[in-house]
Every structure is written in C-alpha cells, then in structure tokens.
C-alpha cells in the first residue's frame, strides 16, 4: 500500500467515523434530549406531552434520520456521479458537523417554545440526508483507488467506521458523564457530546481538503463517458434497475437487520427487556464492540480471496439460526431470575376476544383504552410472558398469576391494578427492579467475572455475525455498477437496507414482542430477512472479487 493510498483510506475512515459518531449520539441520548426539546409548555403553563409521549417523539425523530437517508443517497450520489466524489463528501461531511454542533448550542423548549422541536427535527433531517451520501462517496472513492483483488481490504476500513462510531460516541458519554455527574448531565453535560463534534469536523475536513479526485472517476471524465442523469440511468433502466433490487433483497436487507440486531437491538434487550442498567449495557455493548471490530477487516481480506458473496450470504444464514439461542444465553446470564419466571410462572391474560386487538406500534404513538390490550401493553413492557385466553362474551378481563386471578379495569384504577398485578408477579417469582442477580458493572473494566466475560462473549459473537456480513459489503456494491453511475446506484440499496430495513428494527421487533408475550419473537424480524437474503443472494447475485471496475458495464 503507497502513502497516497493509506492517506486516502485515511482520510475517508476517520470522516465517515465522525459522521457515524454525530448520528449516533442522539440515539443514545434520545431520552433525555426528549425531556430538553418536547417538553413544551400550553398555555395554562402545564405540559402538552407526558414523559412518555415525549420519549415517543424524540425517538421518531432519531428515526426520520434513518426514514431520509435513501433520499440523501439519491441527492449526494448524483452529485457524487456528475461533479465528482471528492467534492460531494466534504460536503456532507460539514452538513452532518454543522448540524451536529447546532444541536448542542440549541435552546431547549423552556427558552424558544414550540420551536425548539421543530429546529431539532429540521437538524435530523439534515442528518440523515448528509449520512445518506457519506458512505456511497467514503465507499466508492477508497474501492476506485484500490488495485484489482485487493478492495475488500482497502473498503474494509470504511466497514469499521460505524461500529468504531458507535463506540466513540458511547465512551465520549460515558467519560462526561462519569466526570460531571448524572444531574449534571442530564441538565447540560449532554450538550458536550455533540459540541465536541465540531473539533472531530475540522480535523476531517483538512484531511479531506489534501485528497485527489479517484482515479477511476477522473479517467471518465477524461474519456467524455459519463451519465449525464445518472439516476434515471441508475434507475429508470431496467438493466440497472434489477441489480439495484438485487443488491437490496440479496445482500443489504439481511445485511442491516443482522447488523443492527447484533449491536442496536442487543443493547435495547438488555435494558428493555432485561432491566439491565444503561451503564452496565453500554459498557457490555462497548467491550465486544471493541474486541469485535478487527474481524471487518479479517472478513474484508478473506473476501478479496474466497469472494464476497460466500461470506455476506454465510453471516446471514449462521445469524437466522443461532439467534434465539444466542438471545436465550443473554437472558440466562444477565438476569437468571426473569429466565426462571419465564419457564416457572404462568400468567394468563383471560378476556373477552371482542376487547383483544392488534397491539402492533411500532412507532409507539398508540393509546389503548380496551381493557385486555392495556393489560397485555403492561406485561410486555414488565417482560413478563403470557397468554392470552378466551373467555365469554362480555366477560371482565382479569390477569392471572399461577392461577390468581386479578380483575382488570382500564383507567383511573389501572395504577393501582398494576401494582396488585406487580406484587403478584414478584410473589410468583419474577424480580424486582434492581435484582441482584441482574449483571452490573461496578466501573468499565468489570469484565472477569464470570457473568460479565459471559455475557461480552455472546456478544462478541453476534459482532461477530455483523463483521461477516459488513465487511465485504462495500466492495460487493462497488462492483456491481459500472463508473458512470456507481455513487448513485450502490448508495440506494444500502441506505434501504440499513436505513429502513435495519434502522427500523428495534421498534418493530418490540412491538412484535409486545403483541405476542413473547420476549424472543421480535427475533423472527430478522431472521426472516435474512433467510430471504440468503435465498434471493444464493440465486441471484454474481460473485464480483475478479472483476475490473474500470472497465467493467452491464450486459
């Protein structure tokens, strides 16, 4: 490898980590930006929104980020193909810092009002639109510097820069709010996050200032061989249309749902559903992050050797099959005595069908006011298990507990049903808030004991499982498309298959799990988009290590 191509890899691996870094802080910190930015007042001078309702909003505005990123891969990436990649991501690359930094400097809604939201979710967007063109042109512009059969190595650095994002992200939180203090976190540390952002931007952008244009890139321009509407190119003709679609149903759906179940959805089982603490889940989540990462380039190497589609489509299959014993392992470990609930008490939800419906929410804006799904809502969210029976027409709902039955009335009375059905619960064997068999971390090297080192094992599997299908991922859409058009045409399914497929998959397999009683169900989510892609990969995506992207053009 010369200077000029460590530089660039370089250059485009630690821009696209900060960029990673901006988004993410606002998932960690969705609960108490939600409390800063939606607690708007009316005007009585009460609040308009309840805790909840809040965390409900802030939430659906950290996943607008995700919603907008495949149009942010339509704007950058033709950009990206006409003017040039190098211009096109200093340019997201300030749109992402800037907005970052400008959500640390943003009043809350105690000082602006209804307007604090509304900037905040604009601020999102613009996110989610500057990421939707960073990886395409971080991608395309390190594989069209790299030398036939050595681009899984070279993109594989671009593969470890969300993960080393994440993880950069959690450490900076956890440092402040280690040196400050919750409450003064809470009240203004969380703004230091997102301010020290504007350091990790100038350090990108003078890196970036010192690259060429890609080889490949300017050797089109040179020939007078590029498209000039490379979107209708990329996606109005059906030759690329349908490897497009490919690429999306044959390797980055089942890409982005195993990536974020091994690293999103992991953390989000244990604190929602475990009650593991949030600082002992993220430092679980950091440590197999940080024994992990090195696989993406090891997987990156052995696809420039044995191909990318082996590897991809392997990760997917191995995931679909081991993840509920692998979940199974974490419940067992982290908090044994909900595991021995699970298997010992038996609660029932015993009503009326007619008051039973779909408790499918995905987006965590719905109220029920029928007394069976209230009670079935408040089980799921305790990570109780149960089942829901049958019972005559016109019948009171009741909850019942090794056979206790608790009468369940939704509304005034319901707190002091939960609490009845709560004490029934602890009696029959489910724990306490703050158990202490639940896995805790005294400080950040807490990790040889044997629950701790067991519970980052498993984890480091399921990283594991992320770098087989993540790491090869670049090189895999890179070759697919010729030049002209290879900004647009690769960024597009990726940002579906992560974005929507993948981005989406925390909310929608709790809701799963939320409408069945089952803590594991929200698992066939992504096992069965990744059995799909494994199929639809199988049949029909070429093997593409040995091509030359130069020259290469669809038949």
């Known amino acids: 490898m010369t200077r000029e191509e460590r530089k660039v890899i370089l250059a485009s691996s630690l821009g696209t980590v900060f960029e990673w870094y901006d988004f993410y802080l606002y998932g960690s910190l969705a609960t108490i930006i939600g409390a800063q930015f939606f607690n708007v007042l009316g005007s009585d001078g009460q609040p308009l929104y309840d805790e909840a309702t809040r965390n409900i909003f802030a939430l659906l505005a950290f996943a607008a980020g995700f919603i907008v990123r495949p149009f942010g891969a339509l704007v950058f990436g033709r950009i ?22 400008i959500v640390g400097i943003l009043p809350g809604a105690a000082a602006i009002g209804i307007a ?15 990421l939707g063109g960073e990886y395409g042109g971080a991608a395309t512009y390190v594989a069209e510097h790299a030398p036939n059969g050595r681009r899984g190595f070279y993109t594989s650095w671009i593969q470890t820069t969300a993960t080393l994002g994440l993880f950069l992200s959690l450490m900076v939180i956890l440092t402040v709010r280690t040196i400050i203090g919750e409450d003064a976190f809470r009240e203004w540390g969380w703004r230091i996050p997102f301010l020290v952002s504007v350091l990790l931007l100038g350090i990108s952008v003078w890196i970036r200032m010192q690259l060429q244009e890609s080889p490949a890139f300017k050797k089109m321009k040179e020939e007078g061989t590029g498209s000039k509407a490379p979107l209708s190119e990329s996606f109005g003709q059906w030759k690329n249309a349908k490897i497009a679609l490919i690429a999306l149903l ?25 009650k593991v603490d949030g600082y002992t889940a993220n430092l679980l989540i950091a440590w197999s992050l940080l024994f992990g990462t090195g696989f993406f380039v090891f997987f990156g190497i052995l696809s420039d050797r044995i191909g990318r589609k082996p590897i991809i489509l392997g990760g997917c299959l191995i995931a679909a099959v081991s993840y509920f014993t692998l979940f199974q392992q974490i419940t067992t470990l982290a908090n044994p005595a909900l595991e021995r609930a699970i298997e010992t008490v038996k609660v029932e939800v015993v009503a009326d069908p007619a008051e039973c419906g779909s408790l499918f929410n995905p987006v965590g804006t719905r109220k029920y ?3 069976c799904d209230v009670a079935r809502d408040f089980l799921s969210k305790s990570s109780v298990r149960y089942v829901t029976v049958p019972a005559p027409a016109g019948s009171q709902t009741e909850i019942r507990v090794n056979g206790q039955a608790i009468p369940y009335v939704a509304g005034p009375s319901t707190a002091e049903t939960n609490k009845s059905v709560t004490a029934a619960l602890h009696g029959a064997g489910y724990p306490k808030a703050g158990d202490a068999s639940i896995v805790k971390m005294a400080h950040p090297f807490d990790i040889f004991r044997a629950q701790t080192a067991g519970i980052i094992g498993v984890l480091f599997v399921l990283v594991l499982f992320v770098t087989m299908v993540y790491g ?5 859409l890179v070759e697919l498309f010729p030049t002209r058009i290879r900004y647009s045409s690769m960024s597009l399914p990726y940002h579906i298959g992560n974005g929507w497929f993948g981005g989406l998959l925390p909310a929608t397999a709790f809701a799963m799990v939320a409408a069945t009683g089952d803590i594991y169900y929200g698992l066939w989510y992504p096992i069965v988009i990744a059995v799909m892609t494994f199929v639809i990969g199988l049949l029909f995506v070429p093997e593409t290590k040995d091509r030359d992207i130069e020259t290469y053009e669809h038949a």
């Open 472 to 476: 090869p991922i670049a090189a895999a």
């Open 80 to 101: 990206g193909d006409l003017v040039g990649r190098k211009y096109t991501f200093l340019v997201t690359i300030l749109l992402m810092g800037v907005s970052t930094f």
């Open 116 to 130: 604090a939201p509304i900037i905040l979710i604009v601020l999102r967007l613009l996110q989610g639109l500057a």
């Open 369 to 371: 006011t029928a007394n």
């Open 250 to 274: 044959g390797l980055t759906a089942g890409q982005g749902v195993v990536w974020y179940t091994g690293q999103f959805y992991a953390l989000f089982f244990l604190q929602s559903i475990l």
